[in-house]
């Protein structure tokens, strides 16, 4: 007689119990969210707590009760996006209605590698949305993914193996020499693509820009006919939406001209910019992107999906297939039962199994619709402006770039300090801006100078916290100018 093991569930013991933790739980998140505009911007964790998350594996478990407490204490030390006051590189603030369609999302778990259940109909209607909001063909396809930057490779592998018949998927690149062109502007996940396609970053031509940042075309022109001289194969152009630095937006619509008439895959990076497409006032700055032959961006930038959440938008569905199409025996389509639904994602991408991140997408849309999400970006836009204006007027700062879009590069200045110091300057007033937790700006280089760089993609911003900000820039500048003068 063998002694019965006794049955194994993760699954609560006691549901009443769980309930109980789990309400606790629902109601401390609810509290983070409805205060999300006091107190700190950023709180770093404190010590006691990072020590907690470097204990042993745990052979035994805790229980739900010491895990609940930890992650209850953990809530208020993010990165502090969720802040209205948070303008550092860039980052969506999320809404409170996507942390329910996050839980939904969880109670499902639902595989979205493909076969034929709920979740697979919720993506493939949030694709058909994006086609219809970036005026794209009934022919185009796309995939959630989890940000532009894997976005970005998807498309750029549809871009290199259109460009060599598809046989580069078995055959390998076999010498060819395929090269890009981006501007000095570009994100850098786009000369990570080249480096992850086996082409190599210096393959990417990066073209200088002109003053407002936008890609310099005449250089651009000259840099395509050298390398076609050299008997090279230019085979993808990327344009971008919103560059990080200022939020520039190249000329897409004289670019996809350019990539039409030599032949090359046009790319638009709108990470960001591209939710510019739901603002009516903005839309037009767009103009050429509805000409791409791909578009990567985020919905948890602009559009204030939570984390994470991005998409690629490709204009030929059967470009898009061809490069990543694989069936195996044990993933065979069929017409009938679970196998059906067809084509699957899996079809479209690298991954085999994926989340359920088109419920939360999907969710923020159908409640909010474009218009609203559209005007978060007229509102950020005016907020951006309004600080540009402010930078421009006051002599002890000094506008660094024209406001494109929702970027707002300035710097302060102090008389008699040289350009190394105010350098100095400007990175030490953001560093007491973020440690202080008034507000949370980032850095960048323009002319090689520092800029305080920021960046309004939050829908929790007001004017009034514009107005703090630019105080405690204007009181900081003198405080860490008096230091510097020691
Ligand atoms: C954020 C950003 C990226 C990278 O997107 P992830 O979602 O972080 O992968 C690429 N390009 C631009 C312009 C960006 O702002």
Redesign the pocket.
């Known amino acids: 007689m063998t002694t019965p093991i006794p049955p194994v569930s993760l699954d609560p013991e006691n549901w009443e119990d769980f309930r109980a933790s789990a309400h606790a739980m629902l109601e401390a998140a609810l509290d983070r969210l409805e205060g999300a505009g006091q107190g700190r911007v950023w709180t770093p964790l404190p010590e006691d707590q990072k020590t907690a998350f470097q204990a042993p594996l745990p052979r035994t478990g805790h229980g739900n009760d010491a895990v609940q407490d930890q992650i209850t204490a953990l809530l208020p030390h993010g990165v502090g996006n969720t802040h209205p006051r948070f303008f550092g590189w860039?980052h969506g603030a999320g809404t409170p209605s996507n942390m329910i369609a996050e839980i939904a999302a969880a109670a499902m778990n639902a595989n979205l590698g493909g076969r034929d259940h709920g979740a697979i109909y919720v993506e493939r209607q949030v694709v058909d949305w994006c086609r219809e909001m970036f005026g794209f063909p009934e022919t185009a396809s796309g995939l959630v993914v989890?940000?532009?930057?894997?976005a970005?490779v998807i498309a750029l592998k549809a871009a290199r193996d259109r460009a060599l018949g598809f046989a580069t998927r078995t055959a390998g690149l076999n010498g060819a020499r395929l090269v890009g062109y981006t501007s000095d502007q570009t994100?850098s996940?786009v000369a990570r693509a080249f480096d992850i396609l086996g082409l190599g970053s210096d393959a990417l031509r990066k073209i200088p820009t002109d003053a407002e940042f936008r890609i310099d075309l005449a250089a651009l022109r000259a840099a395509i006919a050298r390398d076609q001289a050299a008997g090279l194969t230019p085979f993808a152009l990327i344009g971008?939406a919103?560059?990080?630095n200022v939020g520039s937006i190249d000329d897409l619509d004289t670019m996809a001209d350019i990539a039409r008439d030599t032949g090359m895959w046009f790319h638009v990076?709108g990470?960001?910019?591209a939710t510019a497409m739901l603002s009516t006032t903005r839309r037009p700055l767009l103009r050429g992107l509805e000409r791409a032959d791909s578009l990567?961006f985020?919905f948890?930038?602009w559009m204030q999906v939570n984390y994470?959440a991005?998409f690629v938008l490709i204009r030929s569905e059967e470009d898009h297939r061809s490069a990543f199409s694989e069936r195996p025996d044990y993933l065979v389509a069929t017409s009938r039962g679970l196998s059906a639904a067809n084509p699957w994602p899996t079809e479209y991408g690298p991954e085999l199994s994926r989340g359920f991140r088109a419920l939360k997408i999907w969710a923020q849309i159908a409640e909010h619709g474009t218009e609203k999400l559209g005007r978060v970006v007229d509102q950020n836009c005016a907020q951006a402006a309004y600080l540009g204006d402010k930078a421009r007027a006051s002599t002890a700062t000094e506008l660094m770039a024209p406001v494109a879009l929702n970027i707002c590069c300035f710097r302060a200045l102090r008389a008699g300090l040289t350009e190394a110091q105010l350098d100095s300057l400007n990175t030490e007033i953001v560093l007491r801006l973020q440690e202080s937790g008034i507000a949370a700006p980032s850095t960048t280089k323009l002319y090689g100078k520092t800029a305080i760089r920021v960046n309004i993609t939050n829908h929790r911003t007001r004017m009034e916290d514009i107005d703090i900000l630019f105080e405690a820039v204007a009181r900081l500048a003198d405080e860490v100018a008096r230091d510097l003068a020691v």
């Open positions: 860039v989890s940000g532009t930057s894997i970005t994100h996940c971008t919103g560059a990080v990076d990470a960001f910019g990567a985020d948890h930038k994470d991005g």
